[in-house]
T-cell receptor, first 114, second 114 residues
């Protein structure tokens, strides 16, 4: 079945450094990928989404490019800030059950140090 | 701004007791979902619904029931609560179809089963 894999459970960086959070997926349908961010004690919120191959999508300084050839949708930022500390989820839209739902990866906890 | 409200926000239940978590949305969305999040982990789909009076099983439905009496309301029912069901539960809504992909989450309901 469809699945999403996030390989890093925890990423710790110093403020100002670049970051890349990995996301790969498996699907038999045309992929539609999402990144959600969840700050401490808050609800998850949509950060980015894309279904277009090889097109970069950006929001709030974060960016990601869907690469169908490698089944990847990695999240990047050139210079992380303290406020970027949060849990990041990659998600894939799934139609395998006949109706629409999102499949979430296990999440990557990003901690930015001063 | 889309609005999804959950109640209660926090609950302590005894093992074997019945727990009902309620969710109300004012977005006029067709889809509603119940997810479970364990500390520091991803979101797992319990039940979802794409039309009133109908519910579908997600990835981890065992031990949970769902009810969608109207488009606006979606409840999660634990008939016999167990220790393993201690978690944070998120309700979410979404418009029809896969192309938006934006789930609007409630603030979460923290359930502790003793």
């Amino acid at each position: 079945g469809d699945s999403v894999t996030q390989t890093e459970g925890l990423v710790t960086l110093t403020k100002g450094l670049p970051v890349m959070l990995n996301c790969t997926y498996q699907t038999t349908y045309s992929p539609f990928l999402f990144w959600y961010v969840q700050h401490l004690n808050e609800a998850p919120k949509l950060l980015l989404k894309s279904s277009t191959d090889n097109k970069r999508t950006e929001h709030q300084g974060f960016y990601a490019t869907l690469h169908k050839s490698s089944s990847s949708f990695h999240l990047q930022k050139s210079s992380v800030q303290l406020s970027d500390s949060a849990l990041y989820f990659c998600a894939l839209s799934d139609r395998s059950s006949g109706s629409w739902q999102l499949i979430f990866g296990s999440g990557t906890q990003l901690t930015v140090m001063p | 701004e889309a609005a999804v409200t959950q109640s209660p926000r926090s609950k302590v239940a005894v093992t074997g007791g019945k727990v009902t978590l309620s969710c109300h949305q004012t977005n006029n969305h067709d889809y509603m979902y119940w997810y479970r999040q364990d500390t520091g982990h991803g979101l797992r789909l319990i039940h979802y619904s794409y039309v009133a009076d109908s519910t579908e099983k997600g990835d981890i439905p065992d031990g949970y029931k769902a009810s969608r009496p109207s488009q606006e309301n979606f409840s999660l029912i634990l008939e016999l609560a167990s220790l393993s069901q201690t978690a944070v539960y998120f309700c979410a809504s979404s418009d029809r179809g896969r192309d938006t992909g934006q789930l609007y989450f409630g603030e979460g309901s923290k359930l502790t089963v003793l």
